[in-house]
């Protein structure tokens, strides 16, 4: 809570250590009234600005934050990011020791429920997974309806909506047994609906799921399985595809946990929900730079280009796509680890030249003050491209294969929101920036063009802005 004080402007003076509190006094010019803000966490609340008037009429002071800059929307115990120093852990776990000694679906539990499972727990876990990992045959009849070249993410976020209409009983999402259910089916059924959207660009019959097999070998053998009656999976490639999923899992609020978050709040089932951040990872500023970073090394085509290419971001006619994050400041951990996996999955499936020119474009960067003075370091997307590709995964499937593991994240995301009490519907502000108390024109005495040519014109819009 905050308080309002009626102190004088130039009262104040520096607090020596024992006078410290936890509070942020605020002087409103436009009165002279101070009030102190309580401050928890390293934040104020937003509605404490509210008593902050100049009349009794009046509304009250707003923050205005457009993208969240530098707002807080929940408390979330699941990921913790120090982007200054390269951190990320899961639930306390470091990123470097679970994809070393974990795997995906082991990471899941972790994320949905917050402790590392016991062997049984993990057993139950696995078997519930493996167990729903089949589609309703209408949703195969679904996929096929959609046109030979639609957008694979395009026919995910359809389909993960559409799954909605099959588990009408998601919609208590106060039910425990029902969450439960609606976390196993949308980890389960993921890589499913992922492999059929695939199958179907390619024209191919779509492969049923088989149980005798790991989560991320399964997956190859949905995408990869011809004629053979059992697909093998080569091990170093579930391994690098496995890790891919851990390092994908989760990333705190990021735009599409920020819609999951959003729309669940309104109280609508789990898969409407997820549906929306599938919707959200769609856009290229969220879960596309990876397809950006292997367009960029095809065009340097070969290492002696580098010094020219990076000549032109220096001036600003490119960017060094897989390079910059707006929350790391520091090497990406995840870019770490990927770039361990890159040599292992080249090994098995044949060398690569792009990783050569990968590599030497890194160094020359991380070598140039350019770079090193704005921060800019490898990011996760720099070299997942380049395993994505060795698997033979065209770049239109690159967000889906995030989608995959990024939905444990979502459902631990809107599990959490669900059982946040100082949660409620989603709701922004605004600052309202249009005409007021206009009286109708009759349509005959409008101004306007005689003819039209184009869509209507509307007014010139504010420029746009980058991520
Ligand atoms: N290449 C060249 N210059 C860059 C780059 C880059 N990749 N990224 C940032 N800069 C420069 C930028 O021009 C600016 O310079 P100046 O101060 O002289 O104007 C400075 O660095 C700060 O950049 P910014 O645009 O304010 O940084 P941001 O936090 O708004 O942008 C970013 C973050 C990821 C959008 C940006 O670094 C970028 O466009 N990177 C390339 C795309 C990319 O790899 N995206 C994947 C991000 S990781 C995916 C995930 O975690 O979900």
């Known amino acids: 809570m905050a308080s309002e004080q009626q102190t004088s402007q130039d009262g104040g003076g520096v607090a020596t250590a024992e006078q410290a509190q936890d509070t942020l006094t605020v002087t409103d010019n436009r009165t002279g009234r101070s009030y102190e803000l309580e401050i928890t966490d390293g934040t104020v609340r937003g509605m404490d600005l509210r008593q902050i008037k100049v009349s009794e009429d009046d509304f009250g002071l707003m923050s205005y934050d457009p993208a969240f800059t530098n707002t807080a929307s929940c408390r979330s115990a699941i990921t913790y990011i120090d982007g200054e120093t390269g951190i990320l852990q899961h639930r306390g776990y470091p990123i470097e020791q679970l994809c070393e000694q974990s795997s995906y679906v082991e990471v899941a539990y972790l994320l949905v429920f917050g402790e590392l499972p016991t062997k049984a727990q993990l057993d139950r876990w696995v078997y519930d997974i493996t167990h729903h990992t089949y589609v309703h045959e209408n949703i195969k009849k679904f996929v096929e309806g959609f046109r030979y070249d639609a957008h694979p993410m395009g026919m995910l976020l359809a389909s993960v909506g559409a799954l909605s209409t099959f588990y009408p009983d998601a919609k208590q999402i106060d039910d425990p047994e029902e969450r439960y259910m609606a976390a ?138 897989g390079f910059g994050h707006r929350v790391y400041k520091n090497y990406d951990p995840r870019a770490r680890i990927i770039k361990k996996h890159v040599d292992e999955v080249l090994e098995a499936t044949g060398d690569n030249p792009l990783l050569d020119i990968a590599v030497e474009l890194e160094k020359r960067a991380l070598d140039d003050e350019y770079f090193t003075e704005r921060k800019l370091y490898p990011n996760v997307d720099f070299y997942s491209g380049l395993i994505y590709e060795a ?77």
């Open 184 to 321: 196993i089916r949308m980890i389960a059924k993921m890589p499913t609906l992922a492999a059929f959207a695939y199958r179907h660009n390619l024209g191919l019959p779509y492969i049923y799921p088989d149980n005798d097999l790991s989560y991320s070998e399964n997956f190859l053998s949905m995408l990869y399985k011809m004629t053979a009656v059992k697909y093998e999976p080569d091990p170093r490639l579930a391994r690098a595809l496995d890790v891919l999923f851990i390092l994908h899992a989760d990333h705190e609020q990021n735009c599409s946990t920020n819609a999951v978050r959003s729309v669940g709040s309104s109280q609508v089932d789990p898969y409407s929900a997820v549906a929306a951040g599938v919707a959200a990872l769609y856009g290229p500023l969220h879960g596309g730079a990876n397809e950006a970073v292997l367009r960029m090394l095809r065009r340097i085509e070969k290492p002696e280009n580098i010094p020219d290419f990076l000549e032109g971001v220096k001036k600003r006619e490119e960017r060094l796509m």
């Open 391 to 467: 698997l033979r995964i065209p770049a239109d499937m690159f967000t889906v294969i995030f989608a995959i593991p990024r939905t444990s994240g979502w459902v631990a995301q809107w599990m959490e929101l669900n059982e946040d009490s100082e949660q409620k519907i989603a709701r922004p502000r605004q600052i309202y920036t249009g005409e007021r108390d206009r009286d109708y024109v009759a349509i005959g005495d409008r101004e306007g063009p005689e003819k039209i040519t184009g869509p209507p014109a509307r007014r010139p819009p504010r420029p746009r802005r980058g991520a």
